[in-house]
């Protein structure tokens, strides 16, 4: 009787073998411009778009050798080990375990592929790179170059394949989204919400997200980023409701209002004047047009109807592979003043404006949209408007 050996190769990889394999050529042509031998790719979003691995487990150390002119190694934990044979087609892991010192790992590997002395760079700016891992390599290699957005200017373009995940993936916002809303009522709590819309979301297909729903009542809706605490829905009060959902660790996200029983008049003016900005803001977009054009759209909408000091934020974000903390691609591409990269067919934006009055109540509107030829397509299929509830 034969043994188990462990999963196949590659055998929960969200793509095939030849759809890493050409980011990889494509990220090994951005180093050579830049001159660049090796890099150590340590951010869990990079790992992933080059090689397919995903796992909770990145708060551990593991990285990725990535020469110009050589095969890929990892360097990964032993607990994750067959993690990454599920997930990756690479060949070559250099497996440390719990006594071991994962630094040293990855310097053995640096200089056994004859890369200590050359120019060898590290995306500096992910989130899990801790500055004592960062000088450790500085101490045992000498000058770390800046890789940091090498990988990313790649993903800002998403290919019709990571679309169609996208696409999945804000079908599962919808189930979720609707459930929340149909659970507005006086009654409810936020937990009661944040309950349906995660349920609704994880049986339609939904992986674990990148970052928590952003659900809030009553004078609670007027803190940003304010997150469920238990507090009770009541009459003549609002809801505010934004989540995501993931498929293949892509994220789509949506932000909806609602509001029970008699809406306050200016509630219902910024809600509208959220309505207008959106819609500004997606017909800027177009192939060609800078990140700011759309920004800029919906500023003005905002800042004609008198509500500037109400809307300090950028209008929309790049949305696609996240793990926690984040929902999106925000440190890639932004909507925002001053931002001038060309919008091209592929992008992909989370639009979400929102207006508020401080400590009171905010009402705000989103879509998750992929740059077309033309224009733009919209992957959500929820009203828009606040839901006025009986």
Not at 186 to 195: I, K, R, Y
Not at 236 to 243: N, Q
Not at 256 to 272: C, F, Q
Not at 339 to 351: A, E, N, R, W, Y
Request: aromatic share 8%; charged share 20%.
């Amino acid at each position: 009787m034969q043994a188990n050996t462990g999963p196949a190769q590659g055998c929960e990889s969200a793509f095939g073998a030849d759809e890493y394999a050409g980011r990889v050529v494509r990220a090994r042509e951005s180093l050579a411009r830049a001159g660049i031998d090796a890099m150590v790719v340590t951010g869990p979003e990079n790992i992933f778009y080059l090689t397919g691995q995903q796992t909770p487990g990145y708060y551990t150390f593991q990285a990725l050798v990535l020469p110009v002119e050589d095969d890929p190694v990892f360097v990964i934990r032993q607990l994750e080990y067959f993690n990454f044979i599920a997930n990756t087609f690479i060949a070559d892991a250099q497996v440390y375990g719990n006594g071991n010192n994962p630094v040293d790992v990855l310097v053995r590997v640096i200089q056994q592929k004859g890369f200590a002395g050359k120019r060898v760079a590290i995306d500096k700016r992910g989130w899990f790179l801790p500055i004592t891992v960062y000088e450790a390599l500085c101490a045992k290699l000498g000058t770390i170059a800046d890789a940091a957005g090498v990988v990313e200017q790649l993903r800002a373009v998403k290919s019709p394949a990571e679309i169609e995940k996208l696409a999945i993936a804000a079908g599962y916002v919808d189930a979720g989204m609707r459930a929340g809303l149909a659970a507005v009522k006086v009654g409810s709590t936020e937990n009661t919400l944040v309950a349906a819309m995660m349920s609704a979301a994880i049986a339609a297909g939904s992986e674990y997200v990148g970052m928590e729903p952003l659900v809030s009542a009553g004078p609670r809706t007027g803190v940003p980023h304010g997150t469920w605490r238990r507090r009770a829905l009541e009459q003549d009060a609002p809801a505010f409701l934004e989540m995501a959902a993931c498929h293949d660790r892509y994220h789509a996200a949506l932000m909806r209002s609602a509001w029970i029983g008699k809406v306050r008049p200016e509630a219902l003016e910024m809600e509208k004047v959220c309505q207008d900005a959106l819609q500004a803001a997606l017909d800027a977009i177009k192939p060609g047009a800078p990140c700011e054009a759309p920004h800029l759209a919906c500023q003005a909408v905002i800042d004609h109807a008198g509500y500037t000091d109400n809307f300090k934020k950028r209008t929309g974000y790049s949305v696609g592979i996240s793990f926690a903390p984040d929902w999106g691609e925000g440190a890639i591409l932004s909507m925002f003043t001053g931002v001038t990269t060309p919008l091209q067919p592929g992008m992909t934006f989370h639009i979400p404006p929102a207006l508020r009055i401080y400590g009171e109540f905010t009402v705000g509107v989103s879509e998750t949209v992929v740059v077309t030829d033309t224009g733009y397509r919209v992957l959500g299929t929820i009203e828009r408007p606040l839901l006025r509830v009986a």
